[in-house]
């Protein structure tokens, strides 16, 4: 058993009935991220994309989440209270599927930072400019427990000796080493 | 690199399938700021005043303002200009919605489309790649139908449409263009890009919009959101309803319709119905508004709400936003509101301004009332006032029979019907179709931006200046306590005088320099916006708004890097507004087509209006023919409009007088 440690949880609770499809959120989350600060918006380089259709009322504000290199096997459609949401509508992966989270040039992933800051913002940009509260911020406090992590290094090693086993693995090492 | 505006326009020449990525001056940018400014000067070095609203040589220009695109909240205005085929004067109007930004991302602050393409065809602009794409399947679809083929054939989700219906497509003088839930609708333009074969262009936009000092743009946008929240939590005490707040008149999220439907004029803008609005109306309206209304929505990168999703069981989904629930129901004499939501399904899918076209419906049935028009006429037309009144648009949009005729708006129909038809297009104000409202007394500020105003729209005009006097003294400090947006303390004293009877009410006061100081104001905050290409909602428009004459020249400052002060700023108001008065000017625009409907108020008092417009004239640096003078324009940097005008025999040399009497209402077609 770890140590018991604080950690902070960030989140944003989305209220999809109170969006009205303004985007003020990507242009001030596409404005905070340029470089320097401010100096450009741009809403294809924004890390919270609406997913919008007004002619059938689905109005979803997603924030970017995690790159994955593949898209996924089977694609999820959610119908709720009778209305059909977009495939990966609810998804925050920046995905092959879609050109959403993706830096527009470079094609590189972009994911929600919720805004750090040197000082800290109050709340993420894109909440401050929610006037109309689709997005609200919530923080709490969770204890979790200290778990000793194994370094990056050995979860791929660990992962190699269980495809090849160990003693392929150290033969290998062992002839990598040799050739310098 | 430019700040704020892009730097270069995208001209299409239809006539021969050219397209240019061309860049523009900075130079005009200082001059004009952009939208409507940069259009209107466009406009006048490109096509001669001779030129018909149909001709292929006519530049129909859709633009960004300044500020489009940019975090500056509400910045999200197309402003289209061409010459309108119904006033045949210089046309523009404007639309919310998501467009103009999405131009800007795509790399561009204008489309200027000439020429006439032999087929219908759409044009898609996604960023530097540009077509111009066969639409022979989309002839005769809905303008919202349009939108959503032509984002699923291009599998462009995120493009962004304004497209016309079949009105457009017909010529149709009332064709809007609509995109979404806004639509560019008042004086005709929609028929000019019919006419040119455009059904529809979309655009999708990745690149950035740059801004030139950062962190100061940011406070400026911060407070004005801040202010935002502070009008939406203190709603403006004393005034009705639909005035309190910010943005377009909350139509779509209030029910209560006491004042419209009993102060505004019902059929052929004629009947005032003092007594019609009851608990039991009250209660229907009720609930089919909150039956059809999904949602509240707003434009790009604005927090207010104008406008809403309507669903209707075995329609399809339109939007809808401010007044027009009410313009086909009052005009048509329905009662059920549920009447005006279904209607304006349709003609919003025709694509047609819900202003003018139930006046002109109206009209009709006016006329045949009358004898003036005949049961040949409609023939085949239901009796009952919804049947007709959908009959009839569609005889309109498709051009047919009687509908050809009124397809052109009530003042030429009548022209054409004759035999005293005349009369009955008397809504009118340099041959376009006015809101129905009849009032008492003659406000002096109010007719002053009715005759004067080249937009031809009130709503368009007017703004901030309160539309009645308060009560009582109590009521006059608490409105002014807090009123930063004045250009000037005078403005205060204004309100403070103004009494609802006796000496100093209307018509005397405010006083005929007083209306023209406040009518000044009004028109200033217009033409900014307008080029700016921020909503009249968020500025000109409504009481207190976070957008004024003592902020906007620092947000121009710290978006474009152009040195710009509330001196400066006046200067461009002023350039901008003569440019678009000579551009009338040369077309035939005179004092004597400066007047509002003879019915518009009851009391009228033509000495005093004939003072008022003398003093208009006079404050603008105009002869009394409503010209701007040599002096006037050379002070502007406008000295080749000033040359032209001399060359044409329009102005002399050094008197105030025209040389040439000439009137756009006597000038036939």
Not at chain 2, 27 to 35: F, I, Q, S, V
Not at chain 2, 71 to 88: F, K, M
């Amino acid at each position: 058993m770890g140590e018991k440690k604080k950690k902070i949880v960030k989140s944003i609770k989305i209220d999809l009935d109170k969006c009205t499809g303004c985007r003020a959120c990507e242009v001030i989350c596409s404005a905070f991220h340029a470089t320097p600060r401010y100096s450009s918006n741009n809403p294809a380089r924004s890390r919270i994309r609406v997913i919008r259709d007004p002619m059938r009322d689905v109005y979803v504000p997603v924030h970017a989440g995690e790159y994955t290199a593949a898209e996924c096997m089977g694609r999820d459609k959610y119908v709720i209270d009778g209305k059909e949401y977009d495939e990966c509508g609810f998804c925050r992966a920046s995905c092959p599927s879609r050109d959403a989270f993706k830096e527009p040039d470079s094609g590189l992933p972009l994911k929600c930072d919720m805004c750090e800051d040197d000082p800290p913002q109050e709340k993420p940009l894109c909440v401050q400019w929610c006037l109309n509260d689709a997005l609200i911020y919530e923080e709490r406090e969770e204890e979790v427990e200290e778990e000793v992590k194994p370094e990056d290094i050995e979860t791929g090693l660990e992962s190699l000796a269980n495809k090849y086993g160990l003693r392929k693995i150290m033969e290998t090492l062992a002839r990598m080493s040799q050739k310098g | 690199m430019r700040y704020s505006e892009i730097g270069f326009n995208l001209e299409i020449d239809l006539s021969r399938g050219n397209i240019e990525r061309v860049e523009t001056d900075p130079r005009l940018t200082e001059l004009h700021l952009g939208g409507l400014g940069t259009n209107a000067k466009l406009l006048w070095d490109r096509v001669s005043p001779e030129t018909d609203p149909f001709s292929p040589d006519i530049p129909l220009m859709f633009s960004s303002g300044l500020l489009g695109g940019t975090p500056a909240p509400g910045a999200n205005r197309t402003i289209i200009t061409a010459y309108s085929p119904q006033t045949l004067l210089m046309g523009y109007s404007m639309m919310g919605g998501f467009w103009a930004p999405e131009l800007k991302y795509a790399g561009y602050d204008k489309v200027i489309l000439k020429g006439k393409s032999p087929n219908l065809v759409y044009i898609w602009i996604n960023n530097d790649k540009v077509e111009i794409r066969h639409a022979g399947h989309l002839h005769g679809k809905g303008a919202l139908e349009t939108q959503e083929i032509i984002r699923k054939e291009l599998n462009q989700p995120n493009a962004q449409v304004a497209a016309i219906g079949l009105a457009g497509e017909n010529r149709v003088y009332t064709a809007s263009i609509e995109q979404g839930r806004s639509s560019a609708s008042r004086l005709g333009l929609g028929a000019v890009m019919g006419d040119k074969g455009i059904k529809a262009i979309a655009v999708r936009g990745t690149k950035d919009i740059n801004i030139a000092r950062p962190a100061e743009f940011m406070e400026l946008c911060n407070e004005v959101l801040k202010y935002i929240k502070f009008r939406n939590e203190n709603p403006v005490p004393n005034v009705m309803t639909i005035l309190q707040g910010l943005g377009s008149p909350q139509e779509m999220l209030h029910v209560d319709e006491k004042w419209h439907t009993e102060n505004f004029v019902w059929g052929n803008a004629r009947v005032r119905r003092r007594d019609f609005w009851n608990k039991e109306i009250e209660a229907r309206w009720k609930d089919v508004q909150e039956s059809v209304r999904t949602r509240l929505i707003s434009c790009y990168n604005c927090p207010m709400k104008c406008s809403a999703i309507i669903s209707i069981p075995g329609l399809s989904t339109y939007m809808m936003k401010c007044f027009s629930k009410l313009t086909y129901t009052m005009a048509a004499f329905v009662d059920d509101l549920n009447f005006g939501f279904k209607i304006a399904q349709r003609a919003t899918e025709y694509g047609v301004d819900g202003f003018s076209t139930p006046q002109i419906m109206a009209f009709a049935f006016e006329l045949k009332e009358a004898g003036i028009l005949t049961d040949a006429d409609f023939e085949g037309c239901p009796s009952d006032n919804e049947g007709r009144f959908y009959w009839l648009l569609d005889r309109i949009v498709r051009r047919e029979g009687i509908g050809d005729i009124l397809a052109d708006g009530t003042y030429w129909a009548a022209q054409k019907i004759g035999k005293g038809a005349e009369e009955y297009a008397h809504n009118n104000i340099k041959k376009h179709e006015q809101l129905p409202l009849k009032l008492g007394m003659l406000n002096p500020v109010y007719f002053l931006m009715y005759a004067t105003g080249e937009k031809i729209n009130i709503t368009q005009i007017e703004g901030q200046f309160p539309q009645e006097p308060f009560a009582t003294m109590e009521e006059r400090e608490e409105f002014v306590k807090d009123w930063i947006q004045v250009p000037d303390e005078k403005f205060k004293q204004m309100v403070l005088d103004w009494e609802p009877r006796g000496e100093r009410s209307n018509p005397y006061h405010p006083t005929v320099d007083m209306s023209v100081d406040i009518v000044d104001w009004q028109e200033k905050m217009h033409y900014i916006d307008d080029a700016l290409g921020v909503c009249t909602g968020l500025s000109s428009f409504p009481l207190k708004p976070p957008y004024h004459i003592h902020n906007y020249p620092k947000f121009i400052s710290a978006a474009a890097g152009i040195h710009m002060d509330e001196a400066g700023l006046t200067q461009v108001y002023n350039r901008n507004r003569n440019l678009i008065r000579a551009i009338n000017v040369r077309r035939g625009l005179r004092r004597a087509d400066e007047k509002p409907p003879q019915d518009h108020w009851k009391k009228r008092f033509p000495e005093l209006e004939e003072k008022l417009l003398d003093a208009y004239y006079k404050f603008k640096g105009w002869n009394m023919d409503g010209i701007p003078t040599k002096k006037t324009l050379q002070e502007l940097d406008l000295a080749y409009i000033s040359e032209d005008l001399i060359k044409r025999g329009i102005l002399t040399e050094d008197q105030d007088a025209p040389s040439k009497k000439t009137s756009v209402e006597t000038d036939k077609k």
